[in-house]
């Protein structure tokens, strides 16, 4: 079964710093997400990844960046938390070979206080 | 660009009755589609997906999808709903590669004793 994780399930951040939240998949899929979910907004996505070293700006990338050094690694980053960056954050994968499915990680919710 | 309109943010259903979450799509050609269910403080879990072939396509836990090209539609139905049915139910759209990939705002579903 392929397997996305992320590093935390709950983190608890205060305003101005600088959050990190790792995602990691294990089926050498080409393309990686993170999306923030908020409620009666659905899924919002933040960035992608099709490549390593790649990046595309989704919908609302203003407030973070993302890495991808290695093709099983994806790196969401916050320079300077703000609280209206609380919410839910979730990490996909997916293979160009598989019709587009994405596989989900159990998400992140992020506290910023 | 592809959009998703998920028809009801809340649907509520009696336990045994018939579940219907609708989606409906805008796609100049013809999509890969899918739904996700997401159990509260989870990520998401693929149902069932449309690729090509069959338009009828089942999934996980009974429920099942209707592909109709002409109504640019793919409604999820269960013909009897659960108790442990109740979640957030999220219709996806996507282009052959995975970049594109769209998602419906959610239809939350609550099952009533």
């Known amino acids: 079964d392929v397997k996305v994780t992320q590093s935390s399930r709950y983190l608890v951040k205060r305003t101005g710093e600088k959050v990190f939240l790792e995602c990691v998949q294990d089926?050498?899929?080409?393309?990686m997400f993170w999306y923030r979910q908020d409620p009666g907004l659905g899924l919002r996505l933040i960035y992608f990844?099709?490549?390593?070293?790649?990046?595309e700006k989704g919908d609302i990338p203003e407030g973070y960046s993302v890495s991808r050094e290695k093709k099983e690694r994806f790196s969401l980053i916050l320079e300077s938390a703000s609280t209206n960056q609380t919410s839910m954050y979730l990490c996909?994968?997916?293979?160009?070979?598989?019709?587009?499915?994405?596989?989900f990680g159990p998400g992140t919710r992020l506290t910023v206080t | 660009a592809q959009s998703v309109t998920q028809l009801g943010s809340h649907v509520s259903v009696s336990e045994g009755a018939l579940v219907l979450l609708r989606c409906n799509y805008s796609?100049?050609?013809?999509?890969?589609l899918f739904w996700y269910v997401q159990y509260p403080n989870q990520g998401l879990q693929l149902l069932l997906k449309?690729?090509?072939?069959?338009?009828l396509v089942k999934g996980i836990n009974g429920f099942e999808a209707e592909f109709k090209k002409s109504e640019t539609s793919f409604h999820l139905t269960k013909p009897s709903a659960h108790m442990s049915d109740a979640a957030e139910y999220f219709c996806?759209?996507?282009?052959?590669?995975?970049?594109?990939?769209?998602f419906g705002t959610g239809t939350s579903l609550t099952v009533i004793p």
């Open positions: 990844s099709y490549d390593v070293k790649m990046k």
């Open positions: 996909a994968s997916s293979s160009i070979w598989s019709g587009g499915e994405q596989y």
């Open positions: 449309y690729t090509t072939g069959a338009t």
């Open positions: 089926m050498d899929h080409e393309n």
């Open positions: 796609s100049s050609v013809p999509p890969y």
């Open positions: 996806a759209v996507s282009d052959q590669t995975g970049n594109q990939f769209y």
